[in-house]
């Protein structure tokens, strides 16, 4: 993690912990969709000490459940059971996140705040239009973050690494994570999103058999890592593995 770094004002709301640099980070069109997709991995790095934090692109208020107040409570009961250092939103409009320039601002100016090593974002692959309208904004975002002469605020910050995760639809992971240890937590925190999660079921996603359904992807991941579980990313540039790793 970073240190002695001056943080400038927040381009985002808080809503759990501190604004301050992070390890890993990641976007989330709407609440629960980090949970979902990466919450395992996200878990893992937070029990080995890491500066975790989760951003919302969206308060998801175009959801057939819930209201955003009520998802606010449950994103700040998920990031207790998750152990982040933080969690925002940084309230663009739900159903209609895609690539433009005011949004893409908005985003790096919240990268530069908080300023993370690893950016794990949707997979482009996703069919909901929010997704990957959320890995097009945040391609734009991450070059502005890092350009000296761009019109934001903060320091220019790079991002070292993007990780694509999985979400309503089938990818090709270049990376496998074991999540068998922290099962357990994982629920928890799903369920945490007792509005989506916890009535009739109206999706694929929003129903009450979420952790059944996913847990089923992570059994197949698990199975091609050796594992019991496992969560998929793709890196979109290639990754430098120590042969003696293998």
Not at 63 to 80: H, I, K, L
Not at 196 to 211: K, N
Request: aromatic share 6%.
């Amino acid at each position: 993690m970073l240190a002695g770094v001056s943080l400038p004002p927040a381009p985002f709301q808080t809503i759990f912990g501190a604004a301050q640099p992070l390890d890993w980070l990641c976007l989330a069109p709407h609440p629960d969709d980090a949970e979902i997709g990466a919450g395992g991995t996200l878990i893992r790095l937070a029990r080995q000490g890491r500066a975790v934090g989760i951003l919302e692109l969206s308060r998801g208020e175009r959801g057939t459940q819930g209201t955003p107040e009520a998802r606010v409570a449950e994103c700040v009961q998920a990031a207790a059971i998750m152990g982040l250092v933080w969690r925002g939103q940084l309230g663009l409009p739900d159903g209609e996140l895609r690539d433009t320039l005011p949004g893409a601002h908005a985003l790096a100016a919240a990268l530069r705040a908080v300023r993370p090593r690893v950016l794990v974002v949707p997979h482009h692959h996703d069919r909901h239009p929010d997704h990957f309208g959320t890995y097009q904004l945040a391609k734009r975002a991450v070059h502005l973050a890092q350009l000296r002469k761009a019109d934001l605020s903060g320091e220019p910050h790079r991002v070292a690494r993007v990780l694509l995760y999985q979400g309503n639809s089938d990818i090709r992971p270049t990376l496998l994570v074991d999540v068998a240890a922290v099962q357990d937590t994982w629920a928890q925190a799903v369920l945490a999103h007792e509005s989506q999660f916890g009535g009739e079921s109206v999706s694929e996603t929003v129903t009450p058999e979420i952790v059944e359904r996913r847990r089923a992807r992570l059994t197949y991941w698990g199975t091609l890592a050796r594992a019991r579980y496992a969560e998929a990313f793709e890196a979109e540039d290639p990754l430098l593995v120590d042969p003696l790793a293998l």
